[in-house]
């Protein structure tokens, strides 16, 4: 079981930026993917940035420009630069790792760190 602890999220003005830090640790095989999901209140959880463990990445167009994910996976964590946010950027960020041993894929997720972008 491999347990995600976030931090970094909080209240910013539109304009602003925010850093969200995810740390994987316990029983982790081989983290292939590492990402960050964001959920608005009535919304389905989408995908804002994956990272493999070679370094590609992959954005949601929306955040394309003003969001970078970063991955130290010496560490095990996974980090999202977020800059210019906007007022829609408002969501509960969660980060989630793909865990994988053999042909058996686990998939984990954090508990959520809010981030709210005032206008």
């Known amino acids: 079981q491999v347990q995600l602890v976030e931090s970094g999220g909080g209240l910013v003005q539109a304009g602003g930026s925010l850093r969200l830090s995810c740390a994987a640790s316990?029983?982790?095989?081989?983290?292939?993917?590492m990402g960050w999901y964001r959920q608005a209140p009535g919304k389905h959880r989408d995908l804002v940035a994956v990272?493999?463990?070679?370094?590609?990445?992959n954005y949601a167009d929306s955040v394309k420009g003003r969001f970078t994910i970063s991955r130290d996976n010496a560490k095990n964590t996974v980090y999202l630069q977020m800059n210019n946010l906007k007022p829609e950027d408002t969501a509960v960020y969660y980060c989630?790792?793909?865990?994988?041993?053999?042909?058996?894929?686990?998939?984990?997720w954090g508990q959520g760190t809010q981030v709210t972008v005032s206008s």
């Open positions: 316990g029983r982790i095989f081989n983290i292939k993917t």
């Open positions: 989630n790792a793909k865990d994988v041993d053999g042909l058996s894929l686990f998939e984990n």
């Open positions: 990272i493999t463990s070679s370094g590609s990445t």
